[in-house]
């Protein structure tokens, strides 16, 4: 069974960056999607961004809209890691960010669904406040 930890929420003034970092184990092969998704106070759970590996090793990002360009997601295959750099960030951009992990090899550019997700991790929270 797969398990996901993420590191990194805190406290930031609008218009820094903040990185997040986020490790699976337990998942075997070189073929799977590992990324994020975020809870804002009173919303639904949302898509931010995913990176997804082939076989090959090559990957696929995807991005929502709304941190299309200020957000990237990166990782390592072998290590199964990943981090979520954000930069510019927004007032709205405050939530509980979820790393997730996925057996589904996803390369298109539509938000990855939640029924998707295989493995969650608990969150770490992200505030964006003066």
């Known amino acids: 069974q797969v398990q996901v930890v993420e590191s990194g929420g805190r406290l930031v003034q609008p218009g820094n960056s903040l990185t997040l970092s986020c490790t699976a184990s337990?998942?075997?092969?070189?073929?799977?999607?590992i990324g994020w998704f975020r809870q804002a106070p009173g919303k639904e759970r949302e898509f931010v961004g995913i990176r997804s590996w082939s076989a090959s090793r090559t990957f696929y990002s995807s991005y929502a809209d709304a941190v299309k360009g200020r957000f990237t997601v990166s990782g390592d295959n072998a290590q199964m890691t990943a981090t979520l750099q954000m930069n510019n960030l927004k007032p709205e951009d405050t939530a509980v960010y979820y790393c997730?992990?996925?057996?589904?090899?996803?390369?298109?550019?539509?938000?990855?669904?939640?029924?998707?997700?295989?493995?969650w991790g608990q969150g770490t929270q992200v505030t964006v406040s003066s």
């Open positions: 337990g998942g075997s092969g070189s073929r799977y999607t």
């Open positions: 997730i992990w996925s057996d589904t090899v996803i390369n298109t550019p539509q938000p990855m669904d939640a029924s998707a997700v295989k493995a």
